[in-house]
């Protein structure tokens, strides 16, 4: 089955600086790449997502890259505010949603 | 207005008892799931109903059953907790079934088993 892996664990960043979190995959098949924000107590949430016949999809602060060829993807927050403090998760779909393990971002204001 | 709900948001129960998690989705989506999130945040599949079908079972124990009365609803019942089932079990609906259909997750649920 799939297997999804997401680096770094935990990040953090000044107020302003960008964030990047990245994601493998093992399945070739893959073909949607959703990302989750997971606040507190919350369930996640979706902030954006990607198709395989996309390489890029960009939405006010939030981008997303798939490479298919290398089987990775990668989320882009630029200008970090405090608000953006939460557990991210990207996961991949063939035909079951495989979730990475999660990073942990702390912006520091 | 909430797009999917959960009850109860907090579950303390002792081992060996019987206990269910409800869950309602108001988007009129045809698919939902139930996810189990543990102690280290990793989230994975358990079950989806696709009108009243399950189509995804993983290797969860057969004391945990999905019913879903109608498309709005999928409750979780688990039979003889163990204190390995701790950890907060997660709701969510889709509009299809298909791999690439948004997933929306509802709030949570946090059991304990002592």
Request: aromatic share 10%; with cysteine.
């Amino acid at each position: 089955g799939e297997n999804v892996e997401q680096h770094p664990s935990t990040l953090s960043v000044q107020e302003g600086d960008s964030a990047v979190i990245k994601c493998t995959y093992s399945d070739s098949a893959s073909n949607y790449f959703p990302w989750y924000k997971q606040e507190l107590g919350k369930g996640p949430q979706l902030i954006i997502d990607i198709r395989s016949n996309v390489g890029e999809k960009k939405d006010q602060r939030i981008a997303v890259t798939l490479n298919k060829t290398a089987k990775h993807f990668s989320l882009h927050i630029t200008e970090t505010q405090p608000e953006d403090s939460a557990v991210y998760f990207c996961a991949a779909s063939i035909n079951d949603m495989r979730f990475g393990a999660g990073t942990r971002l702390t912006v520091k204001p | 207005d909430t797009a999917v709900s959960q009850t109860p948001k907090y579950l303390v129960t002792q081992m060996g008892n019987d206990k269910s998690i409800k869950c309602e989705q108001n988007l009129g989506h045809d698919t939902m799931y139930w996810y189990k999130q543990d102690s280290k945040k990793f989230l994975k599949i358990m079950f989806s109903y696709n009108n009243k079908e399950l189509i995804i079972n993983e290797t969860v124990p057969n004391r945990f059953s999905p019913k879903s009365p109608d498309k709005a609803h999928l409750n979780l019942h688990i039979n003889s907790l163990e204190l390995g089932d701790s950890a907060v079990y997660f709701c969510a609906s889709s509009h299809g079934g298909l791999s690439t259909d948004t997933q929306y997750f509802g709030p949570g649920t946090r059991l304990t088993v002592l």
